[in-house]
């Protein structure tokens, strides 16, 4: 088993209080780093002080994008043990979009002893607060100096932790929504599925539009026909229709396999709601809200966990959820989701990991 370094830092820094935190604002002393090279493979896994990387400008990252990331969460539980949320599901799904972004697959189990022992490590950095928490990014990015377009034979990974504050400071309020069929961020064949930078990069432009129209972020439809509902911006999302749970199928490639949505789609149907994963199209959304069969849409991902939606726009159309308000499945999911990351419920699924 390869020894993991441990380089302890000598500049420690004060830690922010609970109440300062909001999100991605401060950084913990540690970060672990592990460095890729062709012939010799992943090598030198280490835990360091928390700094800059110096790199060249033609580093083929900046120039053609070869980069992959995850969002993790670590949280006190209700008896004070730091534990991770499907850290596993998280590790999987960065190999998954490093096999598509041509970036050498990872030891699993060798990413999850050093997030483990770095959580460990930085365990002060935990805040206490319910709904705050450690939020966990590992990064893969490529390292050639070329200005050839290839893929890197050098790689460098990462795992940065930056504790934030509750995503709802001020309680869960629903986010209005800009549907856009003029703009598409994924399309069948590309990349869609994995979290890469790029996905992100171009989403901006209509994001920026929903924003000065006064809406928090854009729901995109597929790049072929601009009908079908895909997901929004930093989320999956789900459509309570006529009590069917609704939402947008993997099988397209298009779409983020969130693991919040798949963690909501088996406590669903543990809740006995039938869940479906299909195309669903934006006119069939709004002639269900126009049939009275509308209920309720949210959002889900790691960084909120589930975001009601209050108010819909397609085409200069304006519609009101449930009368703007949380709705009752949104807050049951919520609030057991949360319930088995605190350890206020049990975990019946497997989902916690003890750090």
Known sequence: MEEIRFV??????????????????????????????????WYDPRIVPYGPFEVEPATMVFHYGQTVFEGVKAYL????????????????RLNRSAERLCIPKLDEGLV???????????????????????????????????LGVRPSHTYKFFIILSPVGAYYAEGMKPVRIYVTDKYVRAAQGGVGFTKTAGNYAVSLYAAEEAKKRGYTQVLWLDAKEHKYVEEVGTMNIFFKIDNVLITAPLTGGTILGGVTRDSVISLAKEMD??????????????????????DEVFGTGTAA??????????????????????????????????AIQYGKEPDKHGWIERV
């Open 8 to 41: 302890k830092t000598q500049n420690p820094k004060a830690k922010p209080k609970d109440n300062e935190l909001g999100f991605g604002k401060y950084y913990t002393d540690h970060m672990f780093v592990m460095d890729y090279a062709e012939g010799k493979g």
């Open 77 to 92: 539980n209700q008896h004070g043990e730091p534990v991770s949320f499907r850290p596993s599901a998280n590790i999987k």
């Open 112 to 146: 999850w002893r050093g997030l483990k022992k770095l959580l460990e490590i930085e365990k002060d950095w935990i805040p206490k607060t319910e709904g705050t928490s450690l939020y966990i990014r590992p990064l893969i990015i490529a390292t050639d100096v070329s």
């Open 273 to 294: 709601y039938t869940v479906e994963e299909r195309l669903l199209s934006i006119q069939e959304v709004f002639d269900a809200y126009d049939a009275g069969k509308l």
């Open 305 to 338: 966990v589930i975001s009601p939606v209050g108010v819909l726009n397609w085409n200069d159309r304006v519609i009101e959820i449930n009368g703007g308000k949380i709705g009752e499945l949104s807050q049951k999911l919520y609030d057991r989701m949360t």
